[in-house]
Structure formats: C-alpha cells, structure tokens
C-alpha cells in the first residue's frame, strides 16, 4: 500500500481549513512525504475567490476516509488488443509472470480478459478446421506464430474463408478456395494449392517458390509465407494464431474502480474465483489490476487533521485512519489516537499561522502560490486583525509572507471580504451550511453558524427565511439549539438569533436582553473565542 498521507481541515470548510490542508501537502511533499490535501464539503465562495485569485485547484472531496482501491499499489495494467493471437497473449504472461491481461477496443475500454485458463481450455478443446476463417485470424497472427516470413503478401489478401490443410496426397478435390493450406518443397503441390485460390499458402522447411510460381501466386494474390519448422510443428502451432478476442471471457467480468472500498473489494473477491481483477478509472479506462494478496497488508490510510480536533467536525468514518498529527489552533477537545501522535495546537488567530511557522522552521520556502493561500486563510480568520483571537504573531507571519506571495494586505483582503460576504444568488439552507459547526457542552448538542458581511441590509432581508430554515433543522436533528451569528466586518458588531434552548441565558452572557430570537453584541467578532465560551455558560446555567 502506498503511504499517502491525507490532510484535511473540518466539515463546511473555510477558507483556513482549506488553505492550511493545501500548505500543509506542499510542506510534507518537499520534505519527501507523499502528501494529498482533501476537503469534506463544498467550498464557500470567498475560499473559491481565494482559490482562483492564486490559481489553485480545489482539493478533493472526499466522504470516506476507509481504503480503497486507489490507495493500493496495484499491479500495471498490460492490456492487449483482441487481435492478439493466443501465443502473443501466452509470451506476455510469460514474461511478466502473470495470468490474466484486460482486453479492450479502440477506445480503451474493457471488453474481456483474457487468463491462461481460457488459452489452456483450448488446447483441450477439438476445434474443427474452419477454426482460423470463424475466428478472423489474421496472416500477421499466423507469420509471427510460426516465426515465418513473408514469401508475397498481396495488397489485397483474400480472406481466410477455408480450412485449414495438409497438401500430402494428390486428391486436388480436397482443397479448396480460401483455404490455409500447408506444403512441402512438392512443386505439383504448390502449383496445385496456388491453382485453387487459396488464401494462404505455408511453407515448411524454409522452403521458396522458383519465379514461375511466385509469379503465379500474385497473380492469383495468394498470400505465401516459409518458415523453418516442420509440417508437424506448423500444424501445432497454427491454432495458436487465433485472436484472442475469439476465447476471452466477455460475460460476467468482475471488475473494480479506484475508488471502490476496500472491504466491498473483499466480498465482491469471495464471491468469485479469478486471480487477478482489472481496476478502472472514472472513464472506465483500465487503470491496474489487483489480486487477493494486494488485501493482506494493514489497509488504514493516514491522515492529518488540521484546523479542528473534535471528532464530530471531521471526516465520519475517522475511526477507520491512522491520525498522524494534529495542527490547531481551537480548544483541545474529544479526538482520540490509539498511539501518541504529533499535536501542534497554538493561541493563534488562524491554523496558516502555524503551518507558515512551519515552512520557516524547516528552511522550506513555499511557493508563491501556497504563500497567497496562507495569506488568505490569515487574513479570513483574523478579520484581517479585527477579531479578538488576533495576535502579535499572526502580524508578523503574515507580514513576513505576504512578501512571498506578493500581495498588499488592504488591497487583497478587501477584494476577498467583498466576494466572500456576497448574497447573490444564495438560499437560506446555503447561507446556514457556509460556516457551521456542531459544539457539544455536556450533552447537548449547540449548533452555530457565522455569517460575514458588508452589507447589513442584505441580510435583513432574508431574516426571517434564515430563522424558518433553523427551525425546521431543530425540529429534524437531534439539536439543542441553533444559533447563527451574522458579524458586520468594519462595524465590528455582532447580530445573534437564536432558534431552540439557551436564548434569554446566553443575551444574558452578553449582557443583553433577547427580543423575540434576535440580540445583538457589540465587538462580537470571533465564534471560537467570545461566543462559544459564553454559550458552553448559558448551557450550565439554564440547568
């Protein structure tokens, strides 16, 4: 298995989650790790403005961190045309030491495999001798089997439509037009077989034609080829320049795709007895092949987790992965290891900040792209150090980096703020799952949402279908209650409504009383640092 190791921020990403997960991959690739950034959902719009500014691909959404196939060393993929003949097929397993190769057509996708069992059933198999014109052999095929070499080939070849046949007796009536027919060094015979049109005449015993002869099978565009072997071996072997396309398996073709989990691989495997199984791309393109030793090895796949370390923001099935290292910058809260891992968690404005610490404590520039995206995240997290979680050493960080990236701060920030807070076109249920994250304070679970603005009145017109939508998702999950947080950037002041348990307790925390669900709090900018700990204190008081 390959030892790929994941880095991915929390559920509805942010633009520092996103950002930091890609600089973290840059870092462990230039320090010799095989390193890949993922995302758990769909990016908002300032991390899609902040991924373009810098021309940076999103990374890849994934929902599942269990193994698959992809994760795999797989064996190559040695597919082969279905004109190959069968001796081709049987020199390449050979030579490669394995048995079985995908067949596809001419737009690669698979249409059979072919295995030394189906080569091995024919040699038990009595085929009659028409067998070289029903299965569309080719006189390519039939020269390379027999090591031969071409005597006349004629532009337009006739068709094996024949048999195939010895030329040992003088009975003319036993060949026929269309035939293969094999001779010796008999001039009558050759003469004989050539007056009878037939589409191939065999040589043995490197035998040749005089001038008459020659002259007379391209007259009759007969195709003549000698080889060295005998009229036994030649009749041997001559079967074997069937294509394979005439014995492959085509029905009930157990295959896999790269992203098919591994232990659906183990059932599909029990379920069927082949050694080898082609693996497919997207396109259904074959890709590799794996057999039943590739499931042996220990099949966790590595992750690192940046920008969150509780369990339920992350990736549902992270009990299946190895967690190789944390980097945060929230409240240490329920992730468990089965080992002891690397925990990087500092009071930072944002996770860029220790990812840029990073780079510098390893004498590793970034790119210049990279160095814009930790820039952003900075500056996303930070309020550009308008929030209250806020610190000397983002200053510096992103002082010391925007030089790298090449970016003004004001300018950038105010370009990104303003695509970043933009409503148009958005719902209420896409305005709600933008920036959201479940907090759990002893039991209950308190779901809050932030929304940034420049434009108050943008928001205060879809008010009331924003607070419609978080009832019905109380209603619907087992939540004790919703809070969304719509903070005014330059105004620096905070609307709160909240929808279920804990309203008239947390205005209280802030010193203020609730009307209807709405409050709003003066220099409430940051959700991690003044909200939550004012809501985890509504939770105990309302107990």
């Known amino acids: ?299 966790k796949k590595k992750i690192i987790l940046v920008d969150h370390n509780e369990r339920n923001q992350s990736i549902d099935d992270l009990d299946s992965a190895e967690i190789l290292q944390i980097v945060d910058h929230h409240r240490v809260a329920n992730v468990a290891t089965s080992s002891p891992i690397f925990f990087r968690n500092e009071p930072v404005g944002s996770t860029a900040t220790i990812v840029s610490k990073m780079f510098f404590e390893n004498g590793i520039m970034p790119s210049t792209k990279v160095a814009g995206l930790l820039c952003a995240a900075m500056i996303s997290d930070t309020l550009l150090f308008r929030s209250p979680t806020s610190t000397a050493t983002d200053r510096y960080i992103l002082n010391k980096m925007s030089k790298i990236a090449g970016i003004d701060v004001e300018d950038f920030a105010m370009k990104m703020f303003k695509a970043g807070t933009s409503l148009e076109g958005k719902k209420p249920e896409e305005l709600l799952n933008t920036d959201v994250k479940n907090f759990v304070f002893d039991g209950d679970t308190v779901r809050i949402c932030q929304i940034f603005t420049m434009d108050p009145d943008s928001i205060a017109a879809v008010e009331e279908s924003l607070k419609e939508a978080m009832e019905d998702y109380v209603k619907k999950e087992a939540v004790a209650s919703f809070i969304l947080m719509i903070t005014d950037i330059f105004r620096e002041v905070s609307d709160i409504i909240v929808v279920g348990g804990f309203k008239e307790a947390l205005a209280r925390q802030f010193g203020k009383e609730i009307r209807g669900d709405k409050f709003s709090a003066e220099g409430l900018l940051s959700r991690k640092k003044q909200l939550v700990p004012k809501v985890g204190a509504a939770v105990d008081e309302s107990r």
């Open 1 to 299: 298995m390959k030892n790929k190791i994941y880095i991915t921020g929390h559920k509805n990403p942010d633009t520092d989650s996103i950002c930091s997960a890609m600089a973290l991959a840059e870092l462990k690739n230039k320090t010799g790790d095989d390193a890949e950034a993922i995302r758990l959902g769909e990016i908002n719009r300032e991390t899609e403005f902040v991924l373009n500014y810098f021309g940076a691909e999103k990374p890849r959404l994934k929902t599942s961190i269990m193994p698959q196939i992809r994760d795999l060393d797989m064996d190559g993929a040695y597919c082969v045309s279905p004109d190959l003949s069968m001796a081709g097929a049987m020199e390449i397993m050979q030579k490669n030491n394995i048995t079985s190769l995908p067949v596809i057509d001419g737009k690669e996708n698979l249409i059979g495999i072919i295995s030394l069992s189906n080569i091995a059933a024919t040699y038990m198999e009595v085929w009659d001798d028409t067998i070289m014109g029903r299965s569309d052999a080719s006189l390519e095929n039939i020269k390379d089997v027999l090591k031969g070499q071409w005597i006349h080939l004629p532009e337009a070849p006739r068709p094996i439509t024949g048999k195939m046949a010895i030329k040992a007796i003088k009975n003319k009536n036993l060949i026929e037009e269309g035939d293969v027919v094999i001779v010796g060094d008999d001039v009558e015979d050759q003469e004989a077989t050539i007056l009878k049109d037939v589409a191939l005449l065999i040589l043995t015993i490197s035998t040749t034609l005089d001038e008459r002869l020659l002259k007379l099978a391209e007259e009759r565009h007969v195709a003549v080829i000698s080889t060295g072997l005998s009229t036994f071996m030649v009749a041997r072997l001559l079967p074997q320049a069937v294509p394979i396309g005439h014995i492959m398996t085509k029905d009930e073709l157990v295959v896999f795709h790269k992203d098919d989990l591994i232990d659906e691989v183990r059932e599909k495997m029990k379920e069927s007895r082949f050694r080898a199984y082609p693996v497919l791309d997207e396109k259904d393109r074959v890709i590799g092949s794996i057999s039943r030793y590739h499931l042996i090895t220990d099949l």
